[in-house]
């Protein structure tokens, strides 16, 4: 019991009052362990935290029309954009300036290309309007309503103005809107039409697919963990050989593997049909689909369940079980009921590693997923490497990111992450 | 603890040598951006062997081509600009060249002119595209078919592809509009004049996909120029895409029972560009590469590896003999007349416009 | 020679009831190839049978019978399939002889506990049974790619040379690729060189950091975790991007400012960025390792009078060792294995080797990358054996018995 009254006060060795002494201690020891986690902390939040975040923010930035046609940007607020009817002369002015000056130091195709991911065609009428409007007089050769409408009619158009006051703010949810199949109009959010609808597919497939190879990955894991950790140990570290081995061997030879394994023509369909069990003319298809990435990838994960279920069952007394049976248990309730509660933490631990590294991959399934086995991964590659859409790219690793932290956060309320175990 | 003490050793042992590789400065040296393989292999003996032997530049190949623009535009943001000289296709380097991202070259003073004189401007003539490629080489996407897989009818005509009563079997197709939508309008009986026209309109996209899905079923589709070859080497398909260079390598040094398809194919350039804002000293000796790799001989020397037209009229009399097989690269090269008269030309500003659009509709498509 | 002890049935009918089952099976499948599944599957359960009764009844001795058998399938096998039929025949023949004595002498039971039940011995042996068709799943991709690997031609495709073991369908062109092309060797150095000082980075940096996590009282623990195995929880796309301009944003400053040479530099960054990417993968395993850490060792060690630093070598580091060990081994493959950051990050001098083999599978399709598999799974299990043999060396020299 601590007392209140001052001389009933429980002192320490050194005569300072208890519990000073030990707030102090305690203060000690956090200063102790945040001393050991700052170098890696600062590290991690200025080399991986800070890039990542300043590439996701790209998800919102839009400040390249605002930078590049300030005076169009401005002009063009007082226009009414559903009113239907074109800008007035000042806004073709503006335009004609921003342009000009746009061209002159070559930053006109960069609005050009961000513009373009709205309405095809706009690319070409930048270009087109830039390439003639370097030469113009600002002074003297307006008015310039009828001379861009003279160089492209799609100056003549209500939408590529409704595009440019839409897509002028310096932040926008454009990209977000885009990520989850819809897009940003003078009127408002709206569905993409239906043609050009794919991510969402995207995204439940990526999740439905990470699920499947997770659970074929603790389908085929468990019984494994479970033999490595009951053999004698010889025999289970010359086995465990056989689990780290694919591992010491790349993920493209792995799956440039799977792809000889499984093809048309390939190992599995050869024997089979050698075999006659399956026709010369009607050899399966297990590549370029579901089948081939679920294959290739519960192969290329299984390690990453099968070493945390191991270090996990380690540790389960094999007693245990005995003592179950002995109680009267029959085998499966003394393993469902005393062994399995207690792998569970390996299970949880495989699962989150294997789920977080299958949702993120798109190495795999380029190669073996075909059209129908692709993860929204490689629509993000696609994005950052090929179409350049940044944007777009940010906006969906966004949703990916929330996706994988709201599903650690739920591990972590049921399993605890202390819990999580891998090897050793 | 002995393990501590192996791994305090191989620390320290790791840090010394890397340490040692801060002492060996390296200023004569270039990095080129490359395709890697084959074409990568013709360059090195063509271009980069004899300039390094001439000046005693290293040149240090590197195959990230197929993400350049990406790449490029990120160094660019960046300051920190790693490459000296890149070989792309004609559309990215116009687009790297629209965003300012590629300097900007004049053929008449920075190219070498063709040995009778004429300045490189007239020697290249329609290949210059944009102001910043120099043109290297002229390539067409074809198909080739298995000859033991066709029967006694091989396919002359690229709308084979679409024939699948006459033609049953698996075909590969790259998964990206360009080109395959040009085929499908091709052999929906629309003029090749009037195929971007009416790829422009919504009726005509759809017509062309419409006219893909009558072979959906029967197309592995593929993402690399690589994935044919080895899909036609397999017998996995029976006839597929890719560039002629390919097929040729397929067909004539490796051997397999393969021939290509020389109609309908859609003729490309791939050249050089040197990235914007290069170092003064860095620009020069990529400008004195780019003189020395793309003069009259150099260009006809690299049809020697590989089946990949010159892009200058002056270097096409020049073409020999491959170097290891000795046979008449003449009539390989997409250039030859005989191969150019059914050929397609794509049509660049035409993609520049569409192509996020088309894409977005045709991986729907796809994945629907 | 023990018999079962519950069961009803004598070893020599339950011997020819199984033998037949098994016949039976594989007549199916023949009979299924060949049109009639009933016909198959009555006719090998009759065949089976007849061979099992005869080697019984006969009571010849067990080499003999097995030999026979052996003969007689291969024959069998060779007269009906061909030479691939004497390959079978000899695999079938092998295996039934060995089943049959398996089965009939009781040898399943050698190794178990006697009290089990037929159905538990049963279930032993089916559940071994599944495991090792799990280790075929995991190990046939690597025995796919080394024969590959010799492969006369350049695609990924057992060609008839190769099937028919035709020497010329063989050649070590590839491995000759591999240790004479320079593209590939400065790559396998440049993986050899980042992969460890990457792992020595992460694991240093992560064991400190992990050990301070596992304090009773730290501040803001779950976020701090949080935080520290992000890098695991990024697609590696975005993180590749990211890092690309954070890392040419410090390229130039220590090129510039600094002046330190452009290609050390550039180890600098791929080094550093791999030790982010291995980092969670030690966080998780030295916590993990941690937890059941008894903290009064540190605290007696104090008493004794120790520093902290000899406390932590001498005593918390050989505990959690094999934590810091498997987190350094998933920290090392993260780096040997990883192409996606260093393709951003690296510049060609960097190119290791996944970078090489990517490049090589995307745009000249070249089994080298299949010799390079090998040579690494054969220096893997070289090393993996060693490891284990000296683990038993030792425990011999300290008079342990094998666990």
Same mark, same amino acid.
């Given at each position: 019991?601590?007392?209140?009254?001052?001389?009933?006060?429980?002192?320490?060795?050194?005569?300072?009052?208890?519990?000073?002494?030990?707030?102090?201690?305690?203060?000690?020891?956090?200063?102790?362990?945040?001393?050991?986690?700052?170098?890696?902390?600062?590290?991690?939040?200025?080399?991986?935290?800070?890039?990542?975040?300043?590439?996701?923010?790209?998800?919102?930035?839009?400040?390249?029309?605002?930078?590049?046609?300030?005076?169009?940007?401005?002009?063009?607020?007082?226009?009414?954009?559903?009113?239907?009817?074109?800008?007035?002369?000042?806004?073709?002015?503006?335009?004609?300036?921003?342009?000009?000056?746009?061209?002159?130091?070559?930053?006109?195709?960069?609005?050009?290309?961000?513009?373009?991911?709205?309405?095809?065609?706009?690319?070409?009428?930048?270009?087109?309007?830039?390439?003639?409007?370097?030469?113009?007089?600002?002074?003297?050769?307006?008015?310039?309503?009828?001379?861009?409408?003279?160089?492209?009619?799609?100056?003549?158009?209500?939408?590529?103005?409704?595009?440019?006051?839409?897509?002028?703010?310096?932040?926008?949810?454009?990209?977000?809107?885009?990520?989850?199949?819809?897009?940003?109009?003078?009127?408002?959010?709206?569905?993409?039409?239906?043609?050009?609808?794919?991510?969402?597919?995207?995204?439940?497939?990526?999740?439905?697919?990470?699920?499947?190879?997770?659970?074929?990955?603790?389908?085929?894991?468990?019984?494994? !963990?479970? +033999?490595?950790?009951?053999?004698?140990?010889?025999?289970?570290?010359?086995? %465990?050989?056989?689990? $780290? *081995? &694919? #591992?010491?061997?790349?993920?493209?030879?792995?799956?440039?593997?799977?792809?000889?394994?499984?093809?048309?023509?390939?190992?599995?369909?050869?024997?089979?049909?050698?075999?006659?069990?399956?026709?010369?003319? !009607?050899? +399966?298809?297990?590549?370029?689909?579901?089948?081939?990435?679920?294959?290739? %990838?519960?192969?290329? $994960? *299984? &390690? #990453?369940?099968?070493?945390?279920?191991?270090?996990?069952?380690?540790?389960?007394?094999?007693?245990?079980?005995?003592?179950?049976?002995?109680?009267?248990?029959?085998?499966?309730?003394?393993?469902?009921?005393?062994?399995?509660?207690?792998?569970?933490?390996?299970?949880?631990?495989?699962?989150?590693?294997?789920?977080?590294?299958?949702?993120?991959?798109?190495?795999?399934?380029?190669?073996?997923?075909?059209?129908?086995?692709?993860?929204?991964?490689?629509?993000?590659?696609?994005?950052?490497?090929?179409?350049?859409?940044?944007?777009?790219?940010?906006?969906?690793?966004?949703?990916?990111?929330?996706?994988?932290?709201?599903?650690?956060?739920?591990?972590?309320?049921?399993?605890?992450?202390?819990?999580?175990?891998?090897?050793? | 603890?002995?393990?501590?003490?192996?791994?305090?050793?191989?620390?320290?042992?790791?840090?010394?040598?890397?340490?040692?590789?801060?002492?060996?400065?390296?200023?004569?040296?270039?990095?080129?951006?490359?395709?890697?393989?084959?074409?990568?292999?013709?360059?090195?003996?063509?271009?980069?062997?004899?300039?390094?032997?001439?000046?005693?530049?290293?040149?240090?190949?590197?195959?990230?081509?197929?993400?350049?623009?990406?790449?490029?535009?990120?160094?660019?943001?960046?300051?920190?600009?790693?490459?000296?000289?890149?070989?792309?296709?004609?559309?990215?380097?116009?687009?790297?060249?629209?965003?300012?991202?590629?300097?900007?070259?004049?053929?008449?003073?920075?190219?070498?002119?063709?040995?009778?004189?004429?300045?490189?401007?007239?020697?290249?003539?329609?290949?210059?595209?944009?102001?910043?490629?120099?043109?290297?080489?002229?390539?067409?996407?074809?198909?080739?078919?298995?000859?033991?897989?066709?029967?006694?009818?091989?396919?002359?005509?690229?709308?084979?592809?679409?024939?699948?009563?006459?033609?049953?079997?698996?075909?590969?197709?790259?998964?990206?509009?360009?080109?395959?939508?040009?085929?499908?309008?091709?052999?929906?009986?629309?003029?090749?004049?009037?195929?971007?026209?009416?790829?422009?309109?919504?009726?005509?996209?759809?017509?062309?996909?419409?006219?893909?899905?009558?072979?959906?079923?029967?197309?592995?589709?593929?993402?690399?120029?690589?994935?044919?070859?080895?899909?036609?080497?397999?017998?996995?398909?029976?006839?597929?895409?890719?560039?002629?260079?390919?097929?040729?390598?397929?067909?004539?040094?490796?051997?397999?029972?393969?021939?290509?398809?020389?109609?309908?194919?859609?003729?490309?350039?791939?050249?050089?560009?040197?990235?914007?804002?290069?170092?003064?000293?860095?620009?020069?000796?990529?400008?004195?590469?780019?003189?020395?790799?793309?003069?009259?001989?150099?260009?006809?020397?690299?049809?020697?590896?590989?089946?990949?037209?010159?892009?200058?009229?002056?270097?096409?009399?020049?073409?020999?003999?491959?170097?290891?097989?000795?046979?008449?690269?003449?009539?390989?090269?997409?250039?030859?007349?005989?191969?150019?008269?059914?050929?397609?030309?794509?049509?660049?500003?035409?993609?520049?416009?569409?192509?996020?659009?088309?894409?977005?509709?045709?991986?729907?498509?796809?994945?629907? | 020679?023990?018999?079962?002890?519950?069961?009803?049935?004598?070893?020599?009918?339950?011997?020819?009831?199984?033998?037949?089952?098994?016949?039976?099976?594989?007549?199916?499948?023949?009979?299924?190839?060949?049109?009639?599944?009933?016909?198959?599957?009555?006719?090998?359960?009759?065949?089976?049978?007849?061979?099992?009764?005869?080697?019984?009844?006969?009571?010849?001795?067990?080499?003999?019978?097995?030999?026979?058998?052996?003969?007689?399938?291969?024959?069998?096998?060779?007269?009906?399939?061909?030479?691939?039929?004497?390959?079978?025949?000899?695999?079938?023949?092998?295996?039934?002889?060995?089943?049959?004595?398996?089965?009939?002498?009781?040898?399943?039971?050698?190794?178990?506990?006697?009290?089990?039940?037929?159905?538990?011995?049963?279930?032993?042996?089916?559940?071994?049974?599944?495991?090792?068709?799990?280790?075929?799943?995991?190990?046939?991709?690597?025995?796919?790619?080394?024969?590959?690997?010799?492969?006369?031609?350049?695609?990924?495709?057992?060609?008839?040379?190769?099937?028919?073991?035709?020497?010329?369908?063989?050649?070590?062109?590839?491995?000759?690729?591999?240790?004479?092309?320079?593209?590939?060797?400065?790559?396998?150095?440049?993986?050899?060189?980042?992969?460890?000082?990457?792992?020595?980075?992460?694991?240093?940096?992560?064991?400190?950091?992990?050990?301070?996590?596992?304090?009773?009282?730290?501040?803001?623990?779950?976020?701090?975790?949080?935080?520290?195995?992000?890098?695991?929880?990024?697609?590696?796309?975005?993180?590749?991007?990211?890092?690309?301009?954070?890392?040419?944003?410090?390229?130039?400053?220590?090129?510039?400012?600094?002046?330190?040479?452009?290609?050390?530099?550039?180890?600098?960054?791929?080094?550093?960025?791999?030790?982010?990417?291995?980092?969670?993968?030690?966080?998780?395993?030295?916590?993990?390792?941690?937890?059941?850490?008894?903290?009064?060792?540190?605290?007696?060690?104090?008493?004794?009078?120790?520093?902290?630093?000899?406390?932590?070598?001498?005593?918390?580091?050989?505990?959690?060792?094999?934590?810091?060990?498997?987190?350094?081994?998933?920290?090392?493959?993260?780096?040997?294995?990883?192409?996606?950051?260093?393709?951003?990050?690296?510049?060609?001098?960097?190119?290791?080797?996944?970078?090489?083999?990517?490049?090589?599978?995307?745009?000249?399709?070249?089994?080298?990358?299949?010799?390079?598999?090998?040579?690494?799974?054969?220096?893997?299990?070289?090393?993996?054996?060693?490891?284990?043999?000296?683990?038993?060396?030792?425990?011999?020299?300290?008079?342990?018995?094998?666990?």
């Amino acid at each position: 019991m601590v007392n209140s009254s001052p001389n009933s006060t429980l002192l320490s060795a050194d005569g300072t009052p208890l519990k000073k002494s030990l707030s102090r201690s305690l203060r000690q020891q956090k200063i102790r362990a945040l001393l050991l986690i700052s170098p890696l902390l600062i590290f991690i939040l200025v080399a991986f935290i800070m890039p990542i975040v300043s590439m996701l923010s790209r998800s919102v930035e839009n400040d390249l029309v605002s930078q590049t046609l300030p005076a169009t940007v401005s002009a063009i607020q007082s226009w009414d954009a559903l009113s239907g009817e074109l800008p007035d002369e000042l806004v073709y002015k503006a335009f004609a300036q921003d342009i000009q000056n746009a061209a002159k130091v070559k930053v006109h195709t960069k609005v050009a290309l961000r513009l373009n991911y709205e309405k095809s065609g706009i690319a070409s009428l930048f270009k087109k309007t830039a390439r003639k409007a370097k030469k113009w007089d600002m002074e003297t050769d307006g008015p310039f309503k009828e001379k861009l409408i003279k160089v492209h009619k799609g100056w003549g158009e209500v939408e590529v103005w409704q595009i440019i006051k839409t897509h002028s703010p310096r932040y926008t949810s454009g990209y977000f809107l885009n990520a989850i199949d819809m897009r940003k109009t003078a009127e408002g959010a709206d569905f993409q039409p239906e043609d050009k609808t794919i991510l969402i597919k995207l995204f439940q497939r990526t999740l439905v697919m990470s699920l499947i190879i997770t659970f074929s990955c603790i389908l085929l894991g468990y019984p494994v !963990a479970w +033999l490595l950790a009951n053999l004698p140990m010889r025999q289970a570290n010359l086995l %465990m050989i056989l689990v $780290l *081995l &694919p #591992f010491w061997t790349s993920l493209l030879v792995r799956t440039s593997a799977w792809k000889v394994m499984l093809q048309q023509q390939g190992v599995i369909n050869d024997i089979l049909v050698q075999l006659s069990l399956v026709s010369d003319d !009607a050899r +399966l298809i297990m590549i370029n689909n579901e089948i081939g990435t679920i294959v290739a %990838m519960t192969h290329i $994960l *299984l &390690p #990453f369940m099968i070493l945390p279920m191991y270090s996990v069952m380690q540790t389960i007394p094999p007693s245990y079980l005995r003592a179950a049976k002995s109680l009267g248990a029959t085998n499966w309730t003394a393993f469902w009921r005393v062994y399995f509660p207690q792998s569970i933490p390996g299970i949880g631990a495989g699962s989150i590693l294997v789920f977080i590294l299958a949702i993120g991959y798109y190495i795999t399934p380029e190669i073996v997923g075909g059209t129908k086995g692709v993860f929204i991964s490689n629509r993000i590659a696609y994005h950052i490497l090929k179409s350049l859409n940044w944007g777009l790219a940010a906006a969906l690793g966004t949703i990916l990111l929330v996706a994988v932290l709201i599903l650690y956060w739920t591990y972590d309320k049921i399993v605890g992450i202390d819990n999580v175990k891998l090897g050793g | 603890m002995n393990f501590t003490k192996t791994i305090m050793t191989t620390a320290s042992a790791a840090l010394i040598s890397s340490a040692a590789f801060a002492g060996s400065h390296m200023s004569m040296e270039m990095t080129i951006v490359s395709w890697g393989g084959a074409y990568s292999a013709s360059q090195l003996k063509a271009y980069h062997e004899p300039y390094s032997a001439k000046t005693g530049v290293t040149i240090l190949n590197d195959d990230s081509s197929s993400t350049a623009v990406a790449q490029l535009r990120a160094m660019n943001e960046a300051n920190n600009i790693t490459w000296d000289v890149v070989d792309v296709e004609a559309a990215p380097a116009m687009q790297l060249c629209d965003e300012g991202l590629a300097l900007e070259i004049d053929p008449d003073t920075m190219l070498a002119p063709a040995p009778d004189g004429t300045p490189a401007s007239e020697d290249f003539g329609d290949m210059l595209v944009s102001e910043c490629f120099i043109p290297q080489i002229v390539y067409s996407t074809t198909f080739g078919y298995r000859t033991d897989l066709v029967g006694d009818n091989p396919p002359d005509s690229v709308c084979a592809v679409f024939d699948t009563k006459t033609y049953p079997g698996k075909r590969s197709l790259f998964s990206v509009p360009i080109n395959q939508m040009e085929w499908a309008l091709l052999c929906d009986g629309v003029a090749k004049s009037d195929i971007y026209d009416v790829l422009a309109t919504e009726e005509g996209q759809d017509r062309a996909l419409a006219k893909l899905d009558t072979i959906k079923g029967d197309v592995i589709w593929v993402s690399s120029g690589s994935d044919t070859p080895q899909l036609l080497a397999d017998g996995e398909v029976i006839m597929g895409a890719t560039y002629n260079g390919r097929l040729f390598s397929l067909i004539e040094e490796q051997k397999q029972p393969v021939a290509m398809i020389w109609d309908g194919q859609v003729m490309d350039l791939d050249g050089w560009i040197i990235p914007a804002g290069l170092s003064p000293e860095r620009q020069a000796r990529a400008l004195d590469y780019i003189m020395f790799a793309t003069d009259t001989q150099r260009l006809a020397d690299q049809a020697k590896y590989i089946s990949y037209g010159p892009a200058r009229a002056s270097s096409a009399p020049l073409v020999g003999k491959h170097a290891d097989l000795g046979i008449d690269m003449a009539p390989h090269m997409p250039t030859a007349p005989e191969n150019l008269s059914r050929a397609f030309l794509m049509n660049y500003d035409f993609w520049a416009d569409y192509r996020d659009d088309l894409d977005a509709k045709f991986q729907a498509w796809l994945a629907k | 020679m023990s018999e079962p002890k519950n069961s009803f049935l004598s070893p020599f009918v339950f011997t020819l009831i199984c033998m037949a089952m098994m016949g039976g099976l594989i007549g199916l499948v023949a009979g299924v190839a060949n049109g009639s599944g009933p016909l198959g599957l009555i006719s090998g359960a009759l065949f089976m049978f007849l061979i099992s009764f005869l080697a019984i009844f006969l009571r010849q001795k067990e080499l003999i019978v097995r030999y026979s058998i052996c003969f007689f399938l291969i024959i069998f096998g060779f007269l009906f399939i061909g030479i691939i039929g004497v390959f079978l025949g000899l695999i079938l023949g092998w295996f039934s002889g060995w089943f049959l004595y398996w089965l009939n002498l009781g040898r399943y039971r050698a190794k178990l506990q006697p009290y089990l039940s037929a159905g538990q011995v049963l279930w032993h042996y089916t559940f071994r049974v599944i495991c090792g068709v799990i280790f075929v799943f995991l190990i046939t991709p690597i025995l796919v790619v080394m024969p590959l690997s010799f492969n006369a031609q350049d695609f990924f495709t057992f060609t008839p040379e190769m099937l028919r073991f035709d020497p010329d369908g063989y050649s070590l062109k590839h491995y000759k690729d591999f240790f004479t092309n320079n593209e590939w060797q400065r790559s396998f150095k440049n993986s050899l060189l980042i992969a460890p000082v990457a792992t020595i980075v992460s694991v240093s940096l992560g064991t400190l950091a992990a050990i301070g996590l596992s304090q009773s009282h730290v501040p803001f623990k779950r976020a701090i975790t949080a935080i520290l195995i992000s890098p695991m929880i990024v697609p590696l796309i975005i993180s590749a991007t990211g890092m690309f301009f954070f890392y040419s944003h410090v390229g130039n400053f220590l090129e510039d400012r600094i002046g330190l040479d452009k290609n050390f530099v550039g180890y600098v960054k791929v080094i550093l960025a791999h030790s982010v990417l291995g980092i969670p993968f030690v966080i998780i395993t030295v916590t993990a390792t941690l937890v059941g850490f008894d903290s009064s060792l540190t605290r007696a060690a104090a008493n004794m009078g120790a520093d902290p630093v000899k406390t932590f070598f001498k005593i918390q580091m050989p505990l959690i060792l094999p934590g810091v060990i498997s987190g350094g081994l998933f920290a090392f493959i993260t780096s040997f294995d990883e192409v996606v950051v260093v393709m951003f990050v690296g510049s060609t001098n960097q190119k290791t080797l996944p970078w090489q083999m990517f490049t090589g599978l995307r745009e000249q399709i070249s089994p080298t990358i299949l010799a390079v598999a090998t040579i690494l799974v054969a220096i893997s299990i070289a090393l993996l054996v060693t490891l284990e043999l000296l683990r038993r060396r030792s425990e011999r020299l300290r008079g342990l018995s094998p666990g």
